[in-house]
């Protein structure tokens, strides 16, 4: 299994804006489809963003849609997810995981597909 480590997280006040990283030891990232998920405070775990092979693979749930951006650094073996315009909702653990298959269209907001997961790291939205 693919070691995942999430950094990024912190307090923050509404409209602000963090960036999320998703790092592996061991393992090259690049061959993975890497999903960001998060869970807030007594609410199930949704899909916010996933990106594939590239760029256009990049998939984003709607209600993040405009705010969120996903993207690769294959020189640092790393994914980021950048948040902007941060409100209270986003409050939540946020969790990078990662599917062993690279489709060529969109990925997936599956959670089913990705067997990896990190611990999270905690965001936290407050006026």
């Known amino acids: 299994q693919v070691q995942l480590v999430e950094s990024g997280g912190g307090l923050v006040q509404p409209g602000g804006s963090l960036r999320l990283s998703c790092t592996a030891s061991?393992?090259?990232?690049?061959?993975?489809?890497i999903g960001w998920f998060r869970q807030a405070p007594g609410k199930e775990r949704e899909g916010v963003s996933c990106?594939?092979?590239?760029?256009?693979?990049?998939n984003y749930a709607d209600s993040v849609k405009e705010r969120f951006i996903i993207s690769r650094d294959r020189a640092t073996n790393r994914v980021y997810l950048q948040i902007n315009n941060l409100k209270p909702e986003d409050t939540a653990v946020y969790y990078c995981?990662?599917?062993?298959?690279?489709?060529?269209?969109?990925?997936?907001?599956?959670?089913?597909?990705?067997?990896?997961w990190g611990q999270g790291t905690q965001v936290t939205v407050f006026s």
């Open positions: 061991g393992s090259t990232l690049a061959y993975y489809t």
């Open positions: 995981a990662s599917d062993p298959q690279i489709l060529m269209g969109p990925c997936m907001l599956l959670e089913r597909v990705f067997t990896s």
């Open positions: 990106i594939g092979d590239g760029a256009e693979s990049a």
